[in-house]
């Protein structure tokens, strides 16, 4: 019997083409954000009212991934800019090579911002790097403020953590702070964005945590995933 | 959920490290995974020997290590494992600290047997 030492990756071949992306990203200048949550947390509402702020000219694109239907690209795309939607037919997380495949209909040097709305899944998509500059995780009110300390992996590796439907706070057992001292728990450095699609209260700390996202990247900024 | 893809993986990341190598049999496959890769082992084995299910390598054992968290502090340079997410320096007390291992999903090992009677006797060995 013969061991032979293995130093690589589980993922590595996922690994290759995320690092091919994220170059791609840094040269052409693209903001690439990857939404994660549970189902139904309202990634693709933060994103419908993100997208209605925006001027026409604005140059943002959006891959939207779901095990079936077309529901959320039919959603998003009625506010003028480009949207594809990826289904994967019954994988619960997208991966970089579908990523790569539906980016070839697109032209890089057109996008500033692009948009990945994970599958909702609090688990597996954080396994898989996309490529992107940074993970956004949001989690509603309606769910648990234990969620970042039973799902550590996903807040762990969010830069961002959007606290989602906070127009419901006055009506749900949700301690805020609660939620937000273990996601900092789990993650010291996370930053933390409370807001409500709803009544676009606290809307604009996330435009603006955007927009400053985007100037880095335009600068060629840090556009490699911290963790 | 994802596990069953990360076993199909690990068999693809196997079979090219023996692609070179004729005549060798895998038996058993290291990993090391972190307690921040959401990953599961008892799913992954589960899955692990349903991919390996019909094929030339049904005995192939998977051997997956949990790693605890790990950081460094950046004032004393101590490392210590992370207990609770507690990421305080225990010798110093200080906060300023970094994660230095815990959301691994690495392969570690392979162990493998080549045909003939030299692997028979090291297997009697075992």
């Known amino acids: 019997m013969e061991r032979l030492p293995l130093k690589q990756k589980v993922l590595s071949e996922n690994q290759i083409i995320a690092e091919s992306l994220r170059q791609r990203f840094k040269e052409h200048g693209v903001l690439c954000l990857n939404l994660i949550s549970g189902p139904g947390s309202g990634k693709t509402a933060l994103l419908e009212r993100t997208l209605a702020s925006f001027d026409p000219a604005t140059r943002v694109c959006v891959l939207t991934g779901d095990i079936q239907t077309d529901n959320d690209a039919r959603r998003l795309a009625q506010y003028g800019f480009p949207v594809q939607q990826i289904t994967t037919g019954g994988t619960c997380h997208l991966d970089g090579r579908m990523i790569e495949k539906h980016l070839a209909a697109w032209n890089l040097d057109e996008i500033d911002l692009l948009f990945i709305e994970n599958v909702g899944n609090l688990v597996c998509p954080s396994s898989y790097d996309l490529g992107e500059a940074s993970k956004i995780v949001l989690l509603s009110v309606t769910e648990g403020e234990d969620k970042p300390l039973k799902y550590p992996s996903i807040f762990f590796k969010s830069d961002l953590f959007v606290l989602t439907k906070v127009d419901l706070l006055p009506y749900v057992p949700f301690d805020a702070k609660v939620a937000e001292a273990n996601a900092r728990l789990v993650h010291p450095g996370i930053e933390i964005v409370r807001a409500s699609s709803t009544t676009e209260g606290g809307l604009d700390t996330w435009l603006a945590w955007l927009k400053q996202r985007m100037a880095q990247a335009r600068q060629g900024g840090p556009a490699v995933a911290g963790r | ?126």
């Not at chain 2, 054992?61 to 460094?72: F, N, P, T, Y």
């Not at chain 2, 305080?88 to 815990?102: A, F, K, Q, Y």
């Open chain 2, 1 to 126: 959920m994802h596990e069953l893809s990360i076993a199909e993986s690990i068999l693809e990341a196997v079979r090219k490290e023996l692609a070179s190598r004729s005549g060798a049999r895998p038996t058993r496959v290291g990993l090391r995974i972190g307690e921040l890769a959401a990953v599961d082992v008892d799913s992954l084995t589960f899955c692990f020997e349903a991919v390996l299910r019909g094929t030339e390598w049904e005995n192939l054992v998977l051997d997956a290590r949990v790693c605890a968290q790990r950081r460094i502090c950046n004032d004393c340079g101590s490392e210590f494992a992370v207990v609770e997410y507690n990421a305080t320096c225990p010798v110093c007390s200080g906060g300023n600290t970094r994660m230095i291992g815990g959301d691994e999903l690495d392969f570690d090992y392979l162990e493998v047997e080549t045909d003939g009677t030299a692997s028979l006797e090291a297997k009697g060995t075992e």
